[in-house]
Nanobody
Framework: QVQLVESGGGLVQPGGELELSCKTS????????TDWYRQTPGKEREMVAS???????SYLDSVKGRFSIFRDNARDIVFLRMTDLKAEDTAVYYC??????????WGRGTQVTVSS
């Protein structure tokens, strides 16, 4: 089992910035991928950013150039830095990982609200 604890959500004005963090309970380098997803009521959960252990990161088209995913391997934390936030970025953001057996684990989510 992998436990994931997210933090960093909150209320921010349009154009503002937030940084989400996700602390993993295992060595982050032992995971196959570390990702961020988001979900709004009535919609399916969508992948926002993905960082495989090998290979380039990938992003949802609507966040490219504004969001970046990165890791602190020493502290087993994956971050999502979000800039130039828009109202449509409002959602619950979830940390998601896959281990080397491709088992999936989810955090509980953190609310991000972009509003003036």
């Amino acid at each position: 089992q992998v436990q994931l604890v997210e933090s960093g959500g909150g209320l921010v004005q349009p154009g503002g910035e937030l940084e989400l963090s996700c602390k993993t309970s295992v060595d982050i380098l032992s995971l196959d991928t570390t990702d961020w997803y988001r979900q709004t009521p009535g919609k399916e959960r969508e992948m926002v950013a993905s960082m495989p252990i090998h290979g380039p990161s990938s992003y949802l088209d609507s966040v490219k150039g504004r969001f970046s995913i990165f890791r602190d391997n020493a502290r087993d934390i994956v971050f999502l830095r979000m800039t130039d936030l828009k109202a449509e970025d409002t959602a619950v953001y979830y940390c998601h990982v896959k281990d080397t057996l491709l088992q999936e684990f989810w955090g509980r989510g953190t609310q991000v609200t972009v509003s003036s």
